[in-house]
Structure formats: C-alpha cells, structure tokens
C-alpha cells in the first residue's frame, strides 16, 4: 500500500469535515510577510520613529518576545500582534493610539492569501456532502477571504479561549459539526496540532502535506485515515 493511500483498511466514513486554514487552505508565510511589510510602510507614513527603530525583523522579534512573555495569550495571536505594536510605539515615543488601526492594516494584507489552486473546486466538492468547519488557531476571517460560503461555521482559538491541540476545541468544533467526533474527520496540514490532537481527542485524522511545505510523508502517526497532497485528492478519495 502506498504512504499515500488510506492507512486504514475499512475507516468509518465520516459525516462531517473539520478544516484547518493556514498551510492547508494556503501558505500561511507569504501573506504574513507580505503583511508584515505593508504594516511598515503605514508606520512610515504615520509613525516614523517607530518605523526607523524597528524594521520589519525588529517588529517581528518585539511580537514573539511578546508571545513568550505573555502565554496565556497563546490561543490569541491577534491579541500579541496588537500588543507588540503598542510596545513598538511606546518605545518610539509614537502615539499608542496607533496600534489599533496599524493592526488593521496587517489584517486587511494578512487576508489577501494566495489560496492552493486546488481548494476552491475542492471545497465546492465536499461542502454539497458534508458539513464543513472551519478550526483554526490563527486570526484568519473567513469572510475577508471569500470562503465562508462553503462553511457552516468556524471555531477559532481566539474565539474558544484555547487552541489545538486541546481535545475540547475539536469536541466544540464536532458540536457544531453536529457530529460525533468519531464520524468526523479533521483535515488539516500540522502533525502535532491537526493529526496526533485529532485522533487523540477521537476524531478521524487526514494529513494535506502539501509538497511545498512536506517533503517527507513517512511520518504520520498511526491511525492517520488519509495522507494527501491536495485537498482535491482528498476529495477523489471521499467520493465526492
């Protein structure tokens, strides 16, 4: 049997599909930096201290000193990415007041993803049988992005209060599935937060290793039901 092929010989078919977004639906980096890069053009033009005593890099490093600092903020990236431009103004002696509408600069880039060509055709497929949920760790809004058609709900870290891997934000994302978690299954493209936490909290687990991101795909655990290289191959093996 191929790595590639379903690890299981007979698995349950599931009747409702939960999805990860970033590197599943689309490269997460890309837009990040894209984001990233915008944001210190409008610090340049409305905070330029700011702007002259971070750099991009500098901006960055002050966000993830942020997120060690604070860990109870983990679930919550929008949460460190405002506070980190707060401290970036503050140091600069630029006005904090600033934060708010730098963020939303980033959100408004950090939305403008390079989807997988795959994904739109994949997702007009699977959403006309099961119903699909969103479960994401990240601050990705659905709606900015055009994809909300296609899904009957999503469940953010931000929005539970945890993230993934945490058993209970899959058992929520499956209530909302109106599913047993047994008969759904989590497709997602991160073998700690999507696969090992999927099928630990008792769900069904498909790993997308994109190529571009894995390389290797010997390495799903046990109990992985698919391993793909496309949601649209995903698709053609749930019949649909």
């Given at each position: 049997m191929?790595?590639?092929?379903?690890?299981?010989?007979n698995?349950?078919?599931?009747?409702?599909?939960?999805?990860?977004?970033?590197?599943t639906l689309?490269?997460?980096w890309p837009?990040?930096?894209?984001?990233?890069?915008h944001?210190?053009?409008w610090?340049?033009?409305?905070a330029p201290?700011?702007?002259?005593?971070?750099?991009t890099?500098?901006l960055?490093?002050?966000?993830?000193?942020?997120?060690?600092?604070?860990?109870?903020?983990?679930?919550?990236l929008?949460?460190?990415?405002?506070?980190?431009?707060?401290?970036?103004?503050?140091?600069?002696?630029?006005?904090?007041r600033l934060?708010?509408?730098?963020?939303?600069?980033?959100?408004?880039?950090r939305?403008r993803?390079?989807?997988?060509?795959?994904?739109?055709?994949?997702?007009?497929?699977?959403a006309?049988?099961?119903?699909?949920?969103?479960l994401?760790?990240?601050?990705?809004?659905?709606?900015?992005?055009?994809l909300?058609?296609w899904?009957?709900?999503?469940?953010?870290?931000?929005?539970f209060?945890?993230?993934?891997?945490?058993?209970d934000?899959?058992?929520?994302?499956?209530?909302?599935?109106?599913?047993?978690?047994?008969?759904?299954l989590?497709?997602?493209?991160?073998?700690?937060?999507?696969?090992?936490?999927?099928?630990?909290?008792g769900?069904?687990?498909a790993?997308v290793?994109?190529?571009?991101?894995?390389?290797?795909?010997?390495?799903?655990?046990?109990?992985t039901h698919?391993?793909?290289?496309?949601?649209?191959?995903l698709?053609?093996?749930?019949?649909?």
């Open positions: 191929s790595v590639l092929s379903c690890f299981h010989a698995p349950v078919t599931p009747v409702a599909l939960t999805l990860d977004l970033d590197d689309w490269p997460i837009a990040i930096e894209r984001a990233e890069v944001l210190h053009g610090l340049a033009q409305r201290a700011t702007a002259a005593r971070f750099d890099a500098g960055r490093a002050l966000r993830d000193e942020v997120a060690r600092t604070h860990p109870h903020w983990a679930h919550d929008s949460a460190v990415r405002l506070e980190s431009l707060r401290r970036a103004l503050a140091a600069a002696g630029d006005d904090v934060a708010e509408p730098a963020f939303e600069t980033f959100l408004q880039w939305h993803v390079d989807l997988y060509e795959d994904v739109v055709p994949a997702l007009e497929r699977l006309s049988r099961f119903p699909l949920v969103a994401t760790n990240g601050n990705a809004d659905l709606r900015a992005i055009g909300a058609p899904f009957r709900s999503v469940v953010s870290a931000r929005g209060g945890r993230g993934k891997p945490h058993a934000i899959f058992m929520e994302a499956c209530r909302q599935a109106q599913a047993p978690p047994a008969q759904v989590h497709v997602g493209d991160d073998l700690l937060l999507d696969v090992e936490a999927a099928l630990a909290a769900l069904q687990a790993w290793a994109r190529p571009d991101i894995h390389a290797d795909v010997d390495r799903a655990p046990p109990g698919h391993v793909v290289r496309s949601l649209g191959e698709a053609d093996r749930l019949g649909v």
